[in-house]
């Protein structure tokens, strides 16, 4: 099995930065991708970003393209999600998730381990 633990979650103002990292521990499952979901009050889990561990290739929802960075550290087996200009829509939980299966990689189905969730508040 293996746990994620989020962290790095706060208050910002419009137009801030937070940084976000999500710690993978545990044995027995290959990670090949992690990726982080959000889910604001009222509204279903959305994808926000994910990264093949091996190659770095990343993918990203339209709506945070160009202003947050998923990355990862194999040797601390932890990920990190960089964000940038935040606006008050990007208030949500955020999830971090992983996968033992290179399917697609934008469907919270295709993970099976998840952190707890972060808190994420901007302000305007």
């Known amino acids: 099995q293996v746990q994620l633990v989020e962290s790095g979650g706060g208050l910002a103002q419009t137009g801030d930065s937070l940084r976000l990292s999500c710690a993978a521990s545990g044995r027995g499952s290959i990670i090949y991708a992690m990726a982080w979901f959000r889910q604001a009050p009222g509204k279903e889990r959305e994808f926000v970003a994910s990264?093949?561990?091996?190659?770095?290739?990343?993918y990203y929802a339209d709506s945070v393209k160009g202003r947050f960075t998923i990355s990862r550290d194999n040797a601390k087996n932890t990920g990190y999600l960089q964000m940038n200009s935040l606006k008050p829509e990007d208030t949500a939980v955020y999830y971090c998730a992983a996968t033992s299966k290179l399917l697609q990689l934008n469907s919270s189905s295709t993970y099976s381990f998840w952190g707890q969730g972060t808190q994420v508040t901007v302000s305007s």
């Open positions: 990264i093949r561990m091996s190659s770095s290739i990343a």
